[in-house]
């Protein structure tokens, strides 16, 4: 789900990994590692990528819905 949520929401900005990496204070390896569920994220981080992408933490944890999902 969080892979799911960072790649919208960056993606609704305009943004590039390495630009949330930069915003974040994080390596972009480490963004697009998190994209592919590649990496165990901490709550520190969780809440770092969703102040730069400016939303609230939960929004990034919670089950997409059928609304949700791209057309």
């Keep these: ?3 799911f949520w960072v ?3 960056r993606v609704q900005k305009g943004w590039s990994q390495e630009r949330l990496a930069l915003e974040c204070e994080l390596d ?3 963004i697009s590692g998190l994209e592919r569920s590649r990496w165990n994220v901490s709550l520190a981080n969780i809440e770092r990528i ?3 992408l400016g ?3 939960w929004t990034l944890l919670k089950p997409p819905s059928v609304q949700d999902l791209p057309a």
């Design 50 to 52: 969703a102040q730069a």
């Design 7 to 9: 790649r919208l929401h």
């Design 1 to 3: 789900m969080l892979a």
């Design 55 to 57: 939303v609230e933490v």
């Design 28 to 30: 972009r390896t480490y």
